[in-house]
């Protein structure tokens, strides 16, 4: 069966990558970027860039309008309606540490915060370490056979003692749905605080933040196909008011002296310095792109492509599926084959995945691997990309064999 995307065109890096003989199949780590947001930077860096909400000059209204639109469609397409405020950051992990910073105060010794076994480390490292600083017990929710979180031990262990939760919503190396809702619910029961790790999932569908009703939610704009160096932190009003600021500078000031300084609210007090204003302007371009693509057509295609790689890889003699993936990705071992043996001959053929732990070292080790190759797939891939992929796995593995 052959899949054609029809928005491959829309994306030039493909072809460039096809003309180097590569054939990209990493979109977890990062997306290849629209030429819609290709333009709308060029547009920026040529028309005039200035900083934002400082200048009263033309060009520094400009770029303030255009970074404040984008958080206008940030809102809307996680459909936060008038919950709370979108905060710009650098990336998902400096929102994660703005959020382990900024609410430490919150905590008491003994008090327990509940993870997943799952968790990529910019959502495992940061509490980590806050449990370290204030006395805190990571809790760890473990997963059932098919990667998912096991809900009747969340039962029991999301409980009284809990003051937050954080827990990915789509596992980057599992590519399993989590039940998020479920969790949050269950943490919200005991009045505990809910952060939900949007970084793979908000590239697979529409996500409603009220409907959803975590406090916290966070993403990176580079793997939504937009550029790096952003990060996106939706935060519930009233978990916003407990929020301290964790980084200190410019704009987020309402009076300062050399004593004693009063901050702004959200957002602007969570955004200290000069924030990525290129990367924002060009993430309301990827937005815009985004919006235009029909999503039933786009969730149709990369479930029938998802379908194909993992057919693909459950008919090969000894090869073995990390868990039972759901979407958008394959992570895979073969047996008596080092992953990183593998690696190096796919890479010789042209084909980017990723071998290793996939930043989930703990994960790894506890489903007794030394790690495993991923296989990504974006809006883009056709299946002549899982083609390419297949012969030059089959070849390898003659090889290794
Ligand atoms: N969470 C998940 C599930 C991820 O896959 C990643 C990146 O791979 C992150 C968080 C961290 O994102 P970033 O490196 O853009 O900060």
């Not at 028309?47 to 404040?68: C, D, I, K, S, Y």
């Not at 989590?178 to 809910?194: I, R």
Request: aromatic share 6%; net charge negative.
């Amino acid at each position: 069966m052959s899949l054609i995307s029809p928005w491959r065109t829309d994306f030039p890096a493909l072809d460039a990558l096809e003309r180097q003989g590569q054939v990209y199949l990493d979109s977890a780590a990062t997306a290849q970027k629209p030429q819609a947001l290709i333009d709308a930077l060029t547009h920026y860096y040529a028309n005039g860039a200035a900083n934002v909400h400082r200048a009263q000059h033309l060009p520094g209204a400009m770029a303030t309008q255009a970074f404040e639109d984008t958080r206008h469609k940030v809102g809307e397409w996680l459909n936060l309606g008038t919950c709370g405020h979108v905060i710009f950051t650098h990336g998902a992990t400096s929102a994660f540490n703005l959020l382990a910073y900024g609410l430490e105060p919150l905590f008491q010794t003994g008090d327990e915060i509940v993870i997943s076994a799952l968790e990529h480390h910019a959502n495992l490292l940061p509490w980590q370490q806050l449990a370290q600083r204030r006395g805190l017990k990571l809790v760890v929710l473990p997963l059932t056979a098919d990667g998912t979180v096991d809900l009747d031990a969340a039962s029991s262990l999301i409980n009284a003692r809990t003051r937050l939760l954080a827990i990915s919503q789509l596992s980057n190396v599992l590519g399993t749905w989590q039940p998020v809702s479920t969790l949050v619910e269950m943490a919200k029961a005991h009045h505990a605080l809910t952060v939900v790790d949007g970084a793979q999932g908000v590239v697979h569908g529409r996500h409603d933040m009220q409907a959803l009703g975590c406090d916290f939610y966070v993403f990176s704009s580079h793997k939504l196909y937009g550029p790096d160096g952003v990060g996106v932190l939706f935060g519930r009003h009233e978990a916003l008011a407990r929020l301290r600021p964790w980084q200190f500078g410019g704009e987020m000031v309402l009076q300062a002296g050399y004593e004693h300084a009063t901050f702004r609210p959200a957002p602007l007090g969570f955004e200290a310095g000069t924030p990525p204003v290129s990367g924002v302007i060009g993430l309301g371009a990827t937005l815009d792109y985004l919006n235009d693509v029909n999503q039933s057509t786009a969730t149709e295609h990369e479930a029938r492509l998802h379908e194909l790689l993992c057919t693909g890889l459950r008919l090969r003699e000894g090869i073995r599926l990390v868990g039972v993936p759901q979407v958008a990705l394959a992570s895979f071992v073969v047996e008596g084959v080092h992953n990183a043996d593998l690696a190096h001959l796919l890479t010789e053929q042209g084909i980017a995945v990723r071998a290793g732990h996939h930043c989930a070292i703990p994960l790894i080790d506890r489903l007794g691997l030394s790690g495993a190759i991923r296989v990504s797939l974006g809006l883009y891939n056709d299946s002549a990309d899982l083609e390419r992929f297949f012969d030059a796995l089959d070849q390898a593995l003659e090889l290794l064999r």
